[in-house]
């Protein structure tokens, strides 16, 4: 039966990104080939950088964990771009982007959202290989540490398991539980990659607490509140307008009820950061203690100034992005003062707590040069 007069005017005055199908081509080259040859470039760029790995130092290892906290908490903040866009189904499926082929071709989506979606993927091998090189390094390093190889490891099996999550996230058509264990595994992995930044300068051995007793138990409960935090403002995202696609499930949940709870976790957090700092300074403790602390409360309260604007604004795209990036470096300031309240203690030895990060001088940490 032929489509009616009604029917075709109507499709020919969709908005032309709705059947616009067709690949962005710059200089000649599909956009998707532009994203695949930029992702292969800054992984070859990594593994010329990485040429340390076969002779580390305390300093090397230092960069690339520095990296691995940089590219888990930045392809959490493009994943929230992924979202606000509604670009998440602009690949519909995984591993492939469509049942028949692994690139962005005829998707049935917006070529924009189908080029967002994808570049998202291609940066998990940027993620991926800063994961590998640092596990290479850390195995390279002598002597060889058990505790820092455990962290290393965990990297790189995280981002495969990252993977897997945002295949299932695919699959199951954006749901909003699907979209939460997505991000929340990144914060899980910004924690363990904070965790062997810091490790790297201590010698093997047990944790033994270098502050103030008080401090290091609202250190530890700032990593539960604000692990709570995070959640609660996952459930927030699932409730709201920004799912990723428009037909993306949503929670059925009143945003006048869980928002106040979001909200409150935050000011929990806030008041926890600012006894925190408030201890901190007045006993003296650590410079790593004390920047920590301080640079914790600076980032909840911006945060929470772009949390009310945004609420106020019906959550425009850029604020929520501006947000997700504020919620990760806010987590790896908690992650960063939890561990500076601890230090390995090597095995009949004494702990020590240098009034601040000694950057490139030699350790106990440190691997023997030329080895």
Known sequence: MSDSPA??????????????????VVLGMPLWGWQIALAAAGVIALVFLARTIWTPTTRSLRAWALGNIAVNAGIAVT?????VTESGLGCSEWPRC???SFVPVNTGHAAFNAAV?????????LVLAVGVITLVAVLRSVPRRRNLTIL?????????GQGVVGGITVWTDLHPAAVSSHFLLSMVMVFITVALYVRILEPEGKPRVTVNPLLHAISVALVVVGFLLLIAGTVVTGTGPHGGDA?????????????PVHSGLAWLTLVAAVVAAFLALR????RPVRVASLTLVGLVIVQGAIGYTQ?????????????????????????????STTRLEAPGGTVTNPPEEHDGARTPAEPAPGQ
């Open 283 to 286: 006993t003296g403790a650590a």
């Open 98 to 100: 469509t049942p028949d």
């Open 311 to 339: 609420f106020a604004l019906a959550l425009p795209e850029s604020l929520v992005v501006l947000h997700v990036l504020g919620s990760a470096l806010t987590w790896i300031a908690i992650a960063r003062l939890y561990f």
């Open 152 to 160: 290393a490891g965990i990297i790189p099996v995280g981002v495969l």
């Open 247 to 259: 037909m993306a499930p949503r929670w059925d949940l009143n945003l006048e009820i869980i928002t």
């Open 117 to 125: 979606e994808f570049g998202n993927r291609t940066l998990t091998f």
């Open 79 to 83: 994943g929230a771009t992924v979202r």
């Open 7 to 24: 029917a075709a005017t109507a499709q020919s005055t969709l908005p032309p990104a709705a059947v616009d199908l067709d690949d962005i």
